[in-house]
């Protein structure tokens, strides 16, 4: 795996130079997370010239030509930089970072009362507008946004001060969306988009025709697994507290209900949280207030995972990452401990070393099929 630098966007991202000698890389992109980096590689002149803070790096597979048009994907950016000596390791520098989504959209939080009410789509899109392009002060060099792909998510939501990238992050795993940044450039100049995108479903009897992905033994792509089932900090319900007026110290609560709509749990299947949400009658203008704290709490409670599971699969066995599947899709999952089950790519870690190369992702948004 090489890797291109790229400069920042006061430099056109422009390509600088190549990084084919290291000791170690890790490469981790997200599908709901901000995505991260880490490269580990001799101190010289080179690398010393080329990795510098804000300046941006590319795997070199992630660079598609079409025409005269360049399209650079799962981009990152150097934040960080240490420079290291011992008798044993010799001189080395460690490279680390974050996606370019993250770098970008975390460079900025909501600076005015923001009222969501509609599609959830189109009010995302709305909020990367009206923070990161709209001002001259704030924008982004020719940021964009991706066309809209007529999802059918709706939301209900006050927003006030969160960092854009922390507030993406939570939101989209709240709608099962993915989100992204990818540069299209060419000679006349080039722009940053942002995307919204929803995984394909490539589980057996899938509505697309999909070819079914799956990893198990049996299929001999799947390396090693680890399922955690927790319930530390399992919850059904959210007491949420609303402020009455806004000068006033007095709270009224409701309870919010979890899943949405789909049943009402009590006695000993009711496992309750408090939420203070600071949100006042006031705030959210047409809305309706139940319905705002209502969200409230069920996007804490969409945080608080029972099942997680990990493994580390064949890339290029009998499907081909990128090629048949992505990050993102839903695929299955078939483990040695008899559980069959539908599940994300959440992220996907791609770490070379000394070793070899291994590709491990998160597998998330569980639903078991027997």
């Known amino acids: 795996m090489n890797f291109y630098i790229l400069d920042g966007p006061s ?17 981790n992109p997200m599908y709901y997370g901000q995505g991260a980096f880490e490269l ?38 150097v934040k960080e930089i240490h420079y290291t000596h011992d008798d044993e390791n010799g001189a080395i520098m460690i490279v680390r970072g974050v996606s370019l989504k993250s770098y970008v959209l975390g460079s900025r939080v909501i600076n005015e009362y923001t009222v969501l009410s509609g599609n959830a789509e189109e009010q995302i899109y709305n909020v990367v507008k009206d923070n990161l392009e709209s001002t001259w002060y704030r924008a982004w060099p020719n940021l964009k946004n991706a066309e809209l792909k007529h999802f059918t998510e709706t939301t209900e939501l006050k927003l006030f001060g969160e960092n854009i990238a922390t507030w993406m992050e939570e939101t989209c795993r709240r709608h099962r969306f993915g989100w ?50 927790n319930f530390n900090d399992f919850a059904t319900n959210c ?3 609303g402020t009455n007026m806004p000068d006033s110290e007095d709270k009224w609560h409701i309870m919010t209900d979890y899943p949405e709509g789909q049943f009402f749990p009590s006695r000993e299947e009711r496992f309750e949280i408090y939420l203070d949400s600071g949100i ?16 409230a709490g069920l996007q804490e409670l969409a945080q608080r995972k029972v099942i997680s599971f990990t493994a580390e699969i064949v890339p290029y066995g009998m499907y081909t990452l990128d090629k048949d599947y992505f990050l993102g899709d839903i695929v299955e999952v078939r483990t040695e401990y008899g559980i069959k089950a539908k599940a994300r790519i959440e992220d996907i870690i791609y770490s070379i070393d000394e070793s070899g190369t291994a590709i491990v992702p998160t597998f998330g948004d569980w639903e078991v099929i027997e």
């Open 40 to 77: 580990t590689l001799p101190i010289t002149p080179k690398h010393i010239e080329l990795l510098q803070a804000h300046r941006l790096i590319i795997r070199e597979s992630d660079e598609v030509k079409d025409g005269n048009d360049f399209r650079y994907n799962n981009l990152m950016v």
């Open 239 to 241: 007491l949420v507290a």
């Open 180 to 229: 992204d940044m990818y540069i299209l450039k060419n000679d006349l100049g080039f722009s940053i988009y942002f995307e919204l995108y929803k995984g394909e479903d490539r589980t057996e009897g899938n509505s697309k025709g999909n070819i079914p992905i799956i990893f198990s033994k049996e299929h001999d792509n799947l390396v090693r697994s680890e399922l955690t089932i």
């Open 11 to 27: 430099g056109f991202f422009e390509k600088l130079g190549i990084i084919d000698t290291y000791q170690s890389a890790i490469w």
């Open 280 to 295: 006042s009658p006031g705030d959210v203008g047409e809305q309706s207030y139940r319905t705002v704290l209502n969200n």
